[in-house]
């Protein structure tokens, strides 16, 4: 399984942006996938998980109700819409296939990773 990141950039506080992940060589369809996020100096953090077929999302509490994870099975897609940026958002952000179909929110859950793309998120 390889995935990959992409859409970053450069946003101004208070925009918007949404970042994509695609799947390759083996269809992620039936796993559940997560956004992850790492800022510079900082642990590795779950931003949001979604299950297979995209009826359950988690989110961690510092996005909720700004950032919307959402997936399309038939272009082995995964979105992140993220809303209200602030500079804190500012992070490379990684995608990552779960071992399983659920949503989660732990790390260990994810057997695959991807490269990641970075949100600069400018005040």
């Known amino acids: 399984v390889q995935l990959q990141a992409f859409g970053g950039g450069l946003v101004q506080a208070g925009g918007s942006v949404r970042i994509s992940c695609t799947c390759s060589r083996r269809p992620c369809s039936n796993n559940g996938m997560g956004w992850f996020r790492q800022a510079a100096g900082k642990e590795r953090e779950f931003v949001a998980g979604?299950?297979?077929?995209?009826?359950?999302?988690l989110y961690a509490d510092s996005v909720k109700g700004r950032f919307t994870m959402s997936r399309d099975r038939t272009k082995n897609l995964v979105y992140l819409q993220m809303n209200s940026l602030n500079t804190e958002d500012t992070a490379v952000y990684l995608c990552?296939?779960?071992?399983?179909?659920?949503?989660?929110?732990?790390?260990?859950?994810?057997?695959?990773w991807g490269q990641g793309t970075l949100v600069t998120v400018s005040s």
């Open positions: 979604i299950s297979w077929n995209g009826g359950n999302t």
């Open positions: 990552a296939a779960n071992r399983g179909s659920g949503a989660a929110s732990v790390r260990g859950s994810y057997q695959y």
